[in-house]
């Protein structure tokens, strides 16, 4: 595709629920970034992926938050249990290579937890 | 612990003003500084960006300024337009982490 696409672009979720959030990065863009953006604030990192592997997960607040990316190509952040304090822009971001510094944002999924 | 800091938060110009943005890093392990600008429900964009090995570039109106010994960094807008009217945020790579670290954020206002 011509950019980073991300589904749904608005989740509302009730307290509780398991929420999956979808990222199609750029066609042939070995790293993909999930990043959270609480509202007025900077996205923080959650998580990395070099083509499947899963190489850096030090940003996800909790276990209720997984994130996976099978084929190397598109990947799901889950969230289960969703808490408030979870609502937040859910970005996703990919680069080129491994050592490309130029990322590529989506539009996000805005998350709403009741 | 906030290795970005940004300011100021909130910035107002006329149109054809200077916009100037700054930030500050912690981390002397950051090699790679991009700006990012994003426009309301939609994801940021790479604006410009400089590696510490240089002092400034310049892409149309937008110049970077960056003082290594200072661990500072800023963002120019020449000839501000209300096309500009956004929120930019300033951030860094660690080579070895890969993830970007970003500033808080500055929402810019160019008036008409």
């Known amino acids: 595709g011509a950019g980073v696409s991300q589904s749904p672009r608005y989740k509302v979720a009730k307290r509780g629920q398991d929420v999956a959030l979808r990222c199609d990065p750029i066609?042939?863009?070995?790293?993909l970034f999930w990043y959270q953006q609480a509202l007025g604030q900077g996205p923080e990192f959650l998580t990395y992926?070099?083509?499947?592997?899963?190489?850096?997960k030090s940003g996800l607040p909790s276990d209720r938050f997984f994130a996976e990316r099978p084929e190397g190509s598109v990947s799901t952040l889950k969230i289960q249990r969703t808490q408030q304090e979870d609502s937040a822009v859910y970005l996703c971001a990919s680069s080129l290579l491994e050592s490309t510094d130029t990322q590529y944002f989506g539009p996000g999924t805005r998350l709403t937890v009741l | 612990q906030q290795q970005v800091k940004q300011s100021p938060q909130s910035l107002i110009v006329q149109k054809g003003g200077i916009s100037i943005i700054n930030c500050a890093y912690e981390?002397?392990?950051?090699?790679?500084f991009p700006w990012y600008q994003q426009f309301p429900g939609k994801g940021p964009a790479l604006l410009i960006a400089?590696?510490?090995?240089?002092s400034e570039k310049k892409e149309g109106r937008f110049t970077i300024s960056f003082n290594k010994s200072a661990k500072q960094f800023s963002l120019h807008i020449m000839d501000s337009q209300p096309g500009d009217s956004a929120t930019y945020f300033c951030a860094a790579i660690d080579g070895s982490a890969r993830q970007l670290t970003f500033g808080s954020g500055t929402q810019l206002t160019v008036l008409p």
């Open positions: 066609s042939g863009h070995v790293s």
């Open positions: 992926f070099q083509n499947e592997a899963q190489l850096d």
């Open positions: 400089i590696r510490p090995d240089v």
């Open positions: 981390n002397t392990a950051f090699d790679y």
